[in-house]
Every structure is written in structure tokens, then in C-alpha cells.
């Protein structure tokens, strides 16, 4: 099967780098192929983005491995030191990645890193967490970024729009300006005067 394999693998060549793609959306499953230093863990059908960025990061791997460099994720920079998880379903680990959001979507979030902190990849995270908040991770950072940028200028309408993006977590104003357009139909200031005129 394939983790023999892929224990095989690891023992004779470790610098060969690995990836699984099953059909197989079994959490332990996902978190035995990370303890085999899996690069992803990719579910069927798979998406092309997905495929794309995991073979990536196997290319990364190699380069970093062969000293041309490569990005080094710190694995415990996402989330505070805490108590292990005391039931570690799929479902409890959704739900504690929610939390973590909940609690710091106005901070920088390394999702990579997040998913790292459980031991599972990021494409194996974003469709767990998807399935069971019915957002990604990303989506929903984005969803409440925005939700609290509203409350932002609603509760402070003087304040410069380039301090509400960095208050929500954006440090480019211009591009925080472009997402909520896209998420909410309204420019800023569109949005601004449509609520004073409402009120």
C-alpha cells in the first residue's frame, strides 16, 4: 500500500520527496502521511491549483535540500502554546483551527503553519475546515476582516481608511480597498455614505 511504500521510500531515499493522492478523506490517514513527511495529502478528485502548488513545494524541498534555498515555514509561529487537542477527530481539529481564527483574523495567520501545528497539509486543512464551517480558512479570515472593518467606520467614521485596514489585519490599504469592493459591491467610501445616509 502506499504507506509502506512511502515508509520504503523514506528509509532508502529520504531526500525523494512525497505526496499522496487518494481518495481516502480519513483525518488519521492525512496525519500518518505528514508523520512520513508527506508533502500534501491530496483528495479526489484532485484540484489542478492544488496538484500545481504541491509539486511546487516538493520542488522547493529539493532546492532547499540541495542548498539553493527555499522558503522554511516555522511551524509554530501560527498559534499559541496550548493544551494538546483532547479529542483529535477531524471535527475537533476544524473547530480549534475556528477558534484560533476567531480569535486572531485581525493578526497575521500563516494557514501553512497552522496546518503544520495538526499535522496535516494545507489543501487537507482548507477542505476539512470547508466541510465543516462551510468556509475555507481563507474565505472566512476574509469574511471576518471585512465584517469587522464595517464596524470600524460605521462606530468611527473619521478614521483614515488605511488605519481600518491595518486595524482588520491588511497592511496595503489599496489592496485591503480592492477586497472589500469584491466582497461587498461597495467602495469604502460608498459604503461609508450609504450608512450615514440609511441612518
Known amino acids: 500500500d502506499g504507506f509502506s511504500l512511502a515508509e520504503q521510500v523514506r528509509a532508502r531515499r529520504p531526500e525523494i520527496q512525497i505526496a499522496f493522492l ?4 480519513e483525518f488519521v490517514y492525512a496525519q500518518k502521511a505528514m508523520r512520513l513527511g508527506s508533502v500534501d495529502y491530496l483528495l479526489k478528485p484532485v484540484d489542478c491549483q492544488e496538484l ?3 509539486l511546487q513545494r516538493m520542488i522547493e524541498a529539493v532546492d532547499k535540500r540541495r542548498g539553493k534555498g527555499g522558503r522554511v515555514v516555522n511551524s509554530q509561529a501560527a498559534l499559541d502554546a496550548d493544551n494538546p487537542i483532547p479529542d483529535p477527530t477531524a471535527e475537533a481539529v476544524a473547530r480549534r483551527i475556528g477558534e484560533h481564527i476567531q480569535t486572531h483574523f485581525s493578526e ?3 494557514l501553512n503553519a497552522l496546518a ?3 499535522g496535516i497539509s494545507y489543501p487537507y486543512l482548507s477542505t476539512l475546515y470547508k466541510r465543516v464551517v462551510g468556509l475555507s480558512p481563507s474565505k472566512h479570515i476574509v469574511a471576518l476582516r471585512i465584517g469587522r472593518a ?3 467606520i460605521a462606530a468611527h467614521p473619521d478614521l483614515p481608511f488605511r ?3 491595518a486595524l482588520v489585519g491588511y497592511e496595503d490599504p489599496h489592496y485591503f480597498s480592492r477586497l472589500f469592493r469584491s466582497v461587498t459591491g461597495q467602495s469604502l467610501s460608498e459604503f461609508k455614505d450609504t450608512h450615514f445616509m440609511e441612518d
Do not use: C, G, L, W
Open 108 to 110: 497575521p495567520i500563516e
Open 116 to 118: 503544520s501545528r495538526f
Open 22 to 25: 487518494t481518495a481516502y478523506d
Open 163 to 165: 488605519r481600518v485596514a
Open 52 to 54: 500545481e502548488e504541491a
Open 150 to 152: 464595517k464596524e470600524i
